[in-house]
């Protein structure tokens, strides 16, 4: 595959000139109501990816409930099943789902299982640096570049010119960055990308989703992976397709019909006795989470909103 | 005036202690040997903790009987299934009727299963897909349908009940048509599926394979579209006997009367080819394959012989292949009777085999046999709950026995945590710590190997930095330094032991490690040639006329001294680039320009890896903390060589030098000694630096450009996540454990080592 970089380069440009599309919450969705009677302390322990997240949704919050005090520690999304179990955290908040031997904990405490509240929509994205000019990748070429046991049956890569780039940086080794294995964003991509294959042993295991994003902005051979909010304008995500010159962007659309491969929901997992109400500062917050003002900081963050359906469901769920 | 009082001579009681002085005296005594007590029993108790934490790491499973309930004695059963918490197994009828067993009452409900054409059709073969809890049914007519036993669990007042509602999919024709199922198998990666029917005509076994596929969406999955049939029957040499499908719906293997096995995979959509075909028992006098099923993940395939011989053959890259191809990787000891079931689980590599009244559990990961007694029955059938909570036979008289499995820790055991192992998908068996996954079939690694390993490369890297220049510092400071400066020189650093590790790790991970990563070369040079010239400087000193030293006075040297190193020093680090230039040039492979980068070279000469985060790094700032520490001790004990000694020297005409190296240090070797070791268990036990100065990576390569972990670092990095007594949190706590019997095991040489050295030099 031979790509021209004048064609590249005129077509990045032509990239950045097209507007994207505003995102906008489905205006099906309800705004926040204010109750009474809502004050305490809430504990959220978990994803890294949701941090940004958890903090503004804390912040809007807050401007409701002025007596509400919320702390929020991110470490990565298996941190979240052991704090919600030993009830250190009432939100614990995943970017991928809970795995079954972490609900067996949970149930052998409880006698039930954790309850899943979805509240976002990630594309979790591949990026390069900003200054590369690779047009897309096949995820067989993702695994191929950071698998060690490519699952997906290609070829191993280590160099940019494998993937059809040319000139200076045809013979520069690919820099892989990932998460470190606590992380829920680490646990995802291992699973779809790497069809449940081993990393290779040269990922460089960053602590937060930000360090990814910031390593590949200052290395020009970098790729790596991380959630979308956490984009900056120093980095590119790389459009990915099941096929060569199949490729499709991160964008919401791609990401709702499953032509995006790497889409995701991002899950707060609380502790709700199936049949009883939840405890009232939860329940507002899962309530505020999933209203049209929750909705729209999702947005500002850089994720996606979550589409109508899930946001009906999840409250028919939590009012069960 | 009589005066007797006086000549009594003076109070008696003026000798006598004070009552309050005897009261506090014995007091401290109590309370001194109280604290003391108390000390030892704290430490003592967290030792007892630590091994009350860890013990049942090395537990074998038990296994007990709790109930077992009569089944229609006439009745015959295709196929035997159970729910996640092994509340509620089911049993298949040929005539299609579901038999759900409860376990809490005892009680059987038959629940027909609706074929959605309201006609009759005999089973004939069925098969459990696990991880859906979906049946695959095939019928003697040649049909398949997919029936979903629907599990749901409901708790009330504390008790949790289990209930089942099975439907089945439509009914459709797979292969040829008419002709009976006699295996039938689906695997489903959610956007791919598979069916695979075995089917005869007679005379001859035939396969035949459907491929699905559908578009997988976040609001769920689309409808399913059927992209091709295939006939597999002339890729097989050898008659089927038996399908298996994996869940990534992507391949199938074929078991074959003559013992051998057909791994066939999809090729494209436009069909199967055969990738392999082996035979598990080759080498043993009866090659038939008795029983054969996935291991949890699909990845591993477990065979048993009909000689009760029992293998795991695993999925990996064979060495320059493209292919993922099926190789031994364990053997475990032969069961003593004739297998006919085996069963796996929902949460880790067990499986359970058994024949006759034999049944054992195994895990295939550690090669462990878990379980293994005579029943007091005959099995045909088992099953292991998802959860792996309980086990239920099936006898040859139609009782359905319950079995309660206790077994938290089956992933673990000496030979997991010590020993060499082979891991799913890894081409030999490695050393390794990979604790977690972010899939439930991931397989556990908890080596504790490359983190003993990383604890001593991080502290041997520490020490060969810090004991040169602390004791040589040490030595310098108490016998030729000027002793006005020396009052200055120890408080310094005194504070200097006193940083925080934290800052110490953030400064080499933040300034250090970058600034070392383009400097190699410059470091090299700086390291080679200061003590070089240093030592080079020494003796051009005492070659010069006694008209000029005279200007120094003896312990100032360090004025002329210290300017000079600096020149130098600054001079060499200045020169690394150009070193770089000529000393460190390698060829790109790719493009055949020469590159001169010392990041570049060093992989492609030595074959080892070149991180940012490395060794040197982690040596050079873990030797910051530790050099005080060494320095001040050490010269302590020089300092308290009694000065008669060193004057007796020197009278006998010793230079300065001949006695710090004959009289000094001899005598002071005791304290010396205890001062490296204090300064090694300091190095053992550092956290902080080492988890942020390193990448924590666990590797096992003595290379000073790669990193490490180490067993204080994993248990700081991986405790958050370590759910309570979990296997990875009990681990966490043997890696304490061994931490602590390794310092243990220092201070116990360094002390026998004092005592013997101290003996040594108590006459001088």
């Known amino acids: 595959m031979k790509t021209n970089i004048s064609i590249l380069a005129a077509l990045s440009v032509a990239c950045v000139t097209v507007q994207a599309e505003k995102l906008e919450v489905n205006p099906g969705i309800a705004v926040y109501k204010q109750t009474s009677g809502v004050t305490g302390n809430v504990n959220s322990i978990g994803s890294d990816t949701l941090n940004n997240l958890m903090t503004l949704w804390a912040e809007g919050f807050k401007k409701e409930y002025p007596n509400v005090n919320i702390q929020i520690e991110g470490k990565g999304s298996s941190t979240a099943p052991p704090a919600l179990i030993e009830g250190t955290a009432q939100l614990g908040p995943m970017s991928r789902p809970m795995k079954s031997s972490e609900i067996d904990a949970f149930e052998k405490k409880f006698g039930y299982k954790p309850t899943e509240v979805p509240v976002a929509v990630d594309a979790l994205a591949v990026f390069v640096n900003k200054d590369n000019p690779i047009k897309g990748l096949t995820m067989k070429q993702v695994d ?177 | 005036m009589p005066t007797t009082t006086r000549c009594a001579g003076p109070d008696r009681k003026r000798f006598e202690t004070g009552p309050l002085t005897l009261f506090v005296d014995r007091f401290m005594t109590f309370f001194i040997r109280f604290g003391g007590a108390l000390v030892i029993t704290a430490v003592l108790g967290i030792f007892v903790f630590i091994v009350a934490q860890v013990y049942p790491l090395f537990q074998a499973a038990r296994v007990t009987e709790l109930k077992s309930v009569q089944l229609p004695p006439d009745a015959k059963f295709t196929i035997l299934g159970v729910d996640e918490w092994g509340a509620k197994p089911f049993l298949v009828e040929p005539s299609g009727e579901i038999l759900l067993v409860d376990f809490e009452t005892g009680s059987l409900t038959e629940a027909p299963v609706n074929f959605g054409d309201g006609t009759t059709h005999e089973i004939s073969a069925a098969s459990i897909n696990k991880r859906e809890q979906n049946l695959i049914v095939g019928t003697k007519d040649g049909q398949y349908g997919v029936v979903s036993i629907n599990y749901t669990s409901a708790e009330k007042d504390g008790k949790q009940t289990i209930s089942a509602s099975p439907t089945a999919g439509p009914f459709a024709p797979i292969g040829n048509p008419g002709q009976p199922i006699l295996d039938i198998a689906y695997g489903d990666s959610g956007t791919a599926k598979v069916i695979v029917a075995l089917q005869n005509d007679g005379e001859m076994n035939s396969v035949t394979a459907i491929l699905l596929k559908r578009k997988r969406s976040l609001m769920g999955a689309g409808k399913e579209e059927i992209v091709g049939t295939f006939d597999l029957t002339p890729l097989i040499s050898g008659r089927p006997t038996n399908i298996l499908v994996p869940g990534s719906g992507d391949s199938v293997i074929s078991i074959n009367e003559d013992g051998s096995v057909t791994y066939l995979g999809l090729d494209g959509t436009e069909g199967f080819k055969v990738l392999q075909q082996f035979k ?72 359970l085999l058994g024949g006759g009244t034999v049944s054992s559990l195994r895990y295939a990961t550690t090669e462990s046999v878990r379980w293994e007694q005579k029943l007091p029955f005959s099995a045909l059938n088992a099953v292991i709950s ?379």
């Open chain 1, 144 to 320: 191929g570049i950071f698998s060690s046991s490519r699952k997906m049956g290609g070829e191993n890569i280590t160099t940019w010119g494998e993937v059809g780039l040319t000139g200076d940086m045809a013979s520069k080794p690919m820099s892989l960055y990932g998460r470190n294995s606590a992380s829920g964003t680490y646990g995802f991509f291992k699973d779809e990308a790497l069809a449940k294959g081993d990393f290779k042993a040269t990922v460089k295991e960053q602590p937060g989703s930000s360090a990814v994003v910031q390593g590949i902005a200052s290395d020009v051979s970098a790729i790596g992976y991380s959630g979308i909010g956490y984009k900056t304008s120093d980095v590119r995500a790389v459009p990915l397709g099941e096929e060569a010159g199949k490729f499709v962007e991160a964008d919401y659309e791609n990401c709702l019909t499953g032509d995006y491969p790497l889409a995701r929901f991002l899950y707060v997992y609380v502790n709700k006795k199936p049949g009883e109400p939840m405890d009232k500062l939860t329940q507002e917050f899962l309530k505020y989470v999933l209203s049209k003002d929750g909705q729209e900081v999702v947005i500002k963050d850089g994720y996606f909103p979550l589409p109508k359906a899930s946001v009906d469901e999840v409250l028919v769920n939590l009012s069960k």
């Open chain 2, 280 to 351: 598990p028992f080759e080498d043993k006098k009866d090659r038939a394959i008795a029983t054969a099923e996935f291991l949890f993940g699909d990845v591993s395939l477990v065979f048993a012989s009909v000689d009760g011989d029992n293998r795991v053959f695993s999925l990996f890259y064979p060495e320059g292949g493209k292919v993922r191809l099926f190789d031994l990787t364990h053997q475990f000891p032969a069961l003593g009777a004739s297998p006919t079931y085996m069963a796996s689980t929902l949460r880790n590599k067990a499986f």
């Open chain 2, 386 to 764: 998802g959860k792996y909570e309980r086990i239920i036979f099936l006898d040859t008289k139609n009782k359905l026995h319950f079995f309660d499995l206790d077994d938290p820790h089956p992933d673990s055991g000496w030979k997991a945590l010590f020993g060499k192992i082979w891991y799913e998908g890894a081409a030999a068996p490695k050393w390794e710590w990979q604790s977690t996954g972010g899939s439930d079939d991931f397989e556990p690694k908890y080596s504790l190997v490359p983190l003993i390993f990383g604890t001593v490369k991080g502290t041997l890297y520490a020490m060969v930095f810090a004991v040169p220049i602390a004791l040589l510092a040490a030595l310098y400071t108490s016998q030729f330094l000027d002793p006005g400066l020396r009052t200055v020189i120890k408080p310094t650093m005194e504070i200097m032991a006193s940083l925080p590790s934290v800052v110490l790790g953030f400064l080499a991970a933040i300034y250090i490690a970058p600034l070392i990563e383009n400097q190699v070369p410059s470091l090299i040079l700086v390291t080679a040639g200061l003590p070089v010239a240093a030592a080079l400087f020494g003796w051009f000193w005492s070659t010069l006329p006694i008209r000029l030293r005279k200007y120094i006075k003896p312990g100032r040297e360090w004025i002329v001294f210290i300017p000079i190193l600096l020149i130098l020093g600054g001079f060499l680090w200045s020169l690394g680039p150009a070193f770089e230039r000529i000393a460190f040039v390698t060829t790109d492979p790719s493009t055949g320009q020469k590159i001169a980068d010392f990041r570049y070279w060093w992989p492609a000469a030595t074959g080892a890896t070149f991180d940012q985060r490395n060794s040197l790094v982690v040596g050079f700032m873990m030797g910051f903390a530790v050099i005080p520490i060494i320095f001040t001790i050490a010269e302590d004990a020089l300092s308290n060589v009694p000065a008669s000694l060193k004057t007796a020297s020197m009278a006998c005409g010793a230079s300065r030098w001949q006695t710090a190296l004959r009289v000094v240090l001899p005598t002071a070797s005791a304290g010396i000694f205890s001062a490296l070791m204090i300064g090694l268990g300091r190095a053992v036990g550092e956290t902080m630096i080492v988890v942020m100065a390193t990448g924590n990576t666990p590797i096992m390569e003595w290379n000073n450009f790669s990193g490490m972990r180490t067993l204080s670092a994993n248990i700081a990095v991986e405790l958050p996540e370590a759910p309570h007594h979990s296997t990875l949190y009990r681990t966490l706590f043997l890696g304490a454990l061994v931490l602590f019997i390794l310092t243990f095991a220092v201070n116990t040489v360094a002390e026998v080592m004092r005592q013997h050295l101290r003996e040594k030099y108590k006459t001088i």
